[in-house]
């Protein structure tokens, strides 16, 4: 699974959780590379196996090189959750070129980024999002996924009181 922000917080609970599961996760980390091993060695002690990989989900090369990561050490991704966020509380009218840009890219772009790269590498059984700010991505992750998954799907959209949309193909 590719954990995108997962160095701390969320992120963090969520490849821990993974890890405890016998996942193997990518812990995805944009700064701190002290934090992204720390948590990488965290999910290996709880039974995983983990990587961590720096990476900015707002930019196209690094979210080719998270995909990447994990395909080279375990030739398949099982799972993405798109964790990684950005926020800025300022009025549409007042928003800057950058700041917009950052949004999209982290919030809007960067699960699209990251399942171009899962394409073509076996079933995808999860992808996880915010779905406050990416509910309209649910059809386009549905038709992406799909072509991947067993004929059957079973799983429909499920929105949790978390403010999770959960796509389990």
């Known amino acids: 699974a590719i954990v995108t922000g997962s160095s701390s917080g969320i992120g963090e609970a969520t490849v821990l959780a993974l890890a405890r599961r016998g996942w193997a996760v990518v ?11 720390r948590v990488a060695a965290a999910c290996r002690a709880a039974g995983g196996q983990a990587i961590a990989v720096q990476g900015d989900v707002a930019l196209d090369a690094d979210c080719r090189r998270l995909a990447r990561a994990a395909l080279d050490q375990w030739g398949r991704i099982d799972a993405l959750v798109n964790n990684a966020s950005s926020f800025f509380p300022t009025p549409l009218g007042r928003i800057d070129q950058a700041a917009w840009d950052d949004l999209i890219g982290s919030n809007l772009k960067a699960p699209g980024r990251i399942g ?5 590498h076996g079933p995808v059984s999860m992808l996880v999002m915010d779905c406050n700010e990416k ?10 996924l799909s072509d991947e998954a067993p004929a059957h799907v079973t799983g429909v959209p499920a929105l949790l009181g978390d403010g999770q949309l959960v796509l389990t193909l």
Not at 27 to 37: F, I, L, Q
Not at 116 to 120: A, K
């Open 27 to 37: 812990v995805n980390y944009s700064k701190s590379a002290e934090n992204g091993e």
């Open 116 to 120: 171009f790269q899962m394409s073509g």
């Open 135 to 144: 509910l309209q991505l649910r059809g386009m992750a549905r038709s992406s």
